[in-house]
């Protein structure tokens, strides 16, 4: 299932994949970028509620953005390598 996964999202994840060895990498970084993940798809769903109440198209501007950040957050810490980790956090290797 993970690797079916991983060809349909592979897209989004040929940006952050490395062929260098991730020497930096901790567990706590892949748990921090999926709970990250959750916190912004949470965000979209308050920023979703918000724009909803108003009458003005541009409210739905934040939604998109949140909601794109946090499923390409919740996927590379998901499906991602620990070098795709390492270099959405920016860790040097």
Known sequence: ????????????????????????????HRVALNVLGGLFILITFASAWAASTSDELAAFIPVVVFFCIGFVAIIVGTLGSNGAVCKIWGTKE
Do not use: G, Q, Y
């Open 1 to 28: 299932m993970k690797s079916r996964l991983t060809k349909i999202c592979w897209p989004i994840l040929k940006f952050f994949e490395t062929d260098k060895v991730a020497h930096n990498f901790k567990r706590s």
